[in-house]
């Protein structure tokens, strides 16, 4: 049999274990919210992270593929410069041999010149008297003029190839040029790509230490979780073992007593309402009043 000091010393520990209980417990709900904001900051990164790898795979692809073109376009124009250096080699000689034939054929004038004279002499001599020495003598160089239009005709061959190699030259430069113009464009682009695919890459990296700060504060708050609720276990066994022991003797604490109001007035609940239904019992003035704290909490519900 317990002393009555001695109830009330285990009454007053077991309140004491009550607030205990209570004060770890919101504690215990705190530390949960905080675990839990942790790992909602980790998921969401690591799903930042995953959208921006995916990002950076397209931009790379994006990048080489722009690279290759380049590197492609460059070695067309590379080729093409080179047909127009060995093309302009070709005009030179070709504009050469034009200009050594002319030379050596004793050739100043060009085949419009030539055309233009002879044809004034034909008409003079078709139209004008004249003496036969002077008429022998313009015949002989009418005859030298045919010749040297007619050398230049066959030269002209060489002109018209001279010509057409510079068509052919004028037409790659063009190309050529608006394929430097493209590879500019080109270029400027792939290296914006990959700016910005070194930006993204920083930026994931930035993430990834994010995540590993948010997973750390995760981490350390599940360990303060588990010691505090491992504490909790414990406390709420240290409860239950005060509240068997004042059970044992019979100590009546306010929560035993108020389970047991409860349990009492439950039942007369229950007895209440079978007489209503059997409508053969005279109520009593406690009847009453349990039916006006039923009254009571169907309005207060």
């Known amino acids: 049999m317990l002393s009555e000091s001695e109830k009330n010393r285990l009454i007053d520990v077991l309140k004491q274990a009550k607030r205990e209980v209570t004060e770890l417990r919101s504690k215990l709900n705190k530390l949960n919210a905080d675990k839990e904001n942790w790992f909602k900051k980790k998921s969401s990164i690591v799903k930042e992270i995953k959208n921006k ?21 460059k070695q067309k124009r590379d080729e093409m410069n080179k047909l127009i250096t060995v093309g302009l080699k070709e005009l030179s000689d070709l504009k050469k041999n ?30 004008e008297p004249m003496k036969f020495d002077k008429e022998q003598q313009m015949m ?122 409860t349990k009492t007035l439950k039942e007369k609940e229950t007895e209440v309402k079978n007489k209503l239904k059997q409508k053969v019992k005279k109520l009593t003035t406690e009847d009453i009043l349990v039916l006006q704290g039923l009254d009571n909490k169907t309005k207060n519900h």
């Open 53 to 73: 790898i995916s990002n950076l795979k397209g931009s790379k692809e994006k990048r080489n593929n722009m690279t290759t073109e380049v590197h492609d376009m």
């Open 98 to 127: 034009y200009q050594n034939s002319l030379e050596k054929k004793g050739i100043t004038e060009n085949p419009a010149q030539l055309k233009k004279k002879i044809e004034s002499m034909e008409f003079k001599m078709e139209t």
């Open 140 to 261: 002989k160089q009418l005859k030298k003029l045919k010749e040297q239009y007619k050398e230049m005709k066959n030269l002209s061959i060489d002109w018209e190839k001279a010509k057409e190699k510079r068509d052919e030259i004028n037409n790659l430069k063009k190309e050529a040029n608006k394929l430097h113009k493209d590879i500019q464009r080109e270029a400027r682009e792939s290296q914006e790509q990959h700016e910005i695919l070194i930006e993204n890459s920083k930026s994931i990296d930035e993430l990834r230490k994010d995540e590993k700060s948010a997973e750390e504060s995760f981490s350390t708050k599940k360990e303060e979780y588990k010691q505090l609720n491992s504490e909790l276990k414990q406390k709420l066994e240290e409860l239950q073992a005060i509240k068997d022991q004042l059970k044992q003797h019979n100590v009546e604490t306010e929560e035993l007593e108020e389970n047991k109001r």
